[in-house]
């Protein structure tokens, strides 16, 4: 079994930078494709970043240019680097991790049903 713990949320002004983290344990994580994901209120959750083992990344538009995906193997961490932070970037940030040794097509990647392991969520709250 893979737990995933996400860290690093927070309450910070619009404009800013913050970068998210989601350490595995139980297993290595090395070869399994993982994700962030992140759930406004009132909204369903929604794809934000993925990434392969490879190291490929793929992104929501939303962020796409402001946010990096990126992953430290000998950590078993993963991370997401948040740039230029907008009110609209307020939700819970959730991390999943999918079949290990696969590589998933990218309208795949963007889909939750893709990930079978999901940690519990970390709040980030933007403010203008």
């Known amino acids: 079994q893979v737990q995933l713990v996400e860290s690093g949320g927070g309450l910070v002004q619009a404009g800013v930078s913050l970068r998210l983290s989601c350490a595995a344990s139980g297993r290595a994580v090395g070869n399994f494709p993982m994700a962030w994901f992140r759930q406004a209120p009132g909204k369903e959750r929604e794809f934000v970043a993925a990434i392969r083992s490879g190291g490929t990344t793929n992104y929501a538009d939303s962020v796409k240019g402001r946010f990096t995906i990126s992953r430290d193997t000998a950590k078993n961490t993963m991370y997401l680097q948040m740039n230029s932070l907008k009110p609209e970037d307020t939700a819970v940030y959730y991390c999943?991790?999918?079949?290990?040794?696969?590589?998933?097509?990218?309208?795949?990647?963007?889909?939750?049903?893709?990930?079978?392991?999901w940690g519990q969520g970390t709040q980030l709250a933007v403010s203008s």
């Open positions: 999943a991790a999918g079949t290990p040794g696969t590589n998933y097509i990218s309208m795949y990647a963007r889909s939750d049903r893709a990930y079978s392991y």
